[in-house]
């Protein structure tokens, strides 16, 4: 069974910074990518980034230049590092990741359970 399992979220000032971590565990044959989606309260979830397992990022527009995503392959754990808040970055972050588990199935997207971003002064 695949679980991804998230971190460092919480309550930053405007302007600060946070790093999330996600780790994906359990029993798989390849980590195709791994990323970030977050929710505000009564908006859609909506895509923050993105990383291949080759290394190709792509990020929302709104967090283009603030944001870097970055993996450890040999982890199995994806970051997000946050600069520069907004009051509007605040919703809940997920990590997700598309899984090979095994040959015999074609790969499956996996979400962590969430963790708050509060940004507020």
């Known amino acids: 069974q695949v679980q991804l399992v998230e971190s460092g979220g919480g309550l930053v000032q405007p302007g600060g910074s946070l790093r999330l971590s996600c780790a994906a565990s359990g029993s798989f044959f390849r980590i195709n990518a791994m990323g970030w989606y977050r929710q505000a309260p009564g908006k859609q979830r909506e895509l923050v980034a993105t990383i291949t397992s080759g290394g190709s990022t792509n990020y929302a527009d709104s967090v283009q230049g603030r944001f870097t995503i970055s993996g450890d392959n040999a982890k199995n754990t994806v970051y997000l590092q946050m600069n520069s808040l907004k009051p509007e970055d605040t919703a809940v972050y997920y990590c997700?990741?598309?899984?090979?588990?095994?040959?015999?199935?074609?790969?499956?997207?996996?979400w962590g359970q969430g963790t708050q971003v509060t940004v507020s002064s």
């Open positions: 997700y990741a598309d899984i090979l588990v095994n040959l015999l199935q074609p790969p499956l997207v996996y």
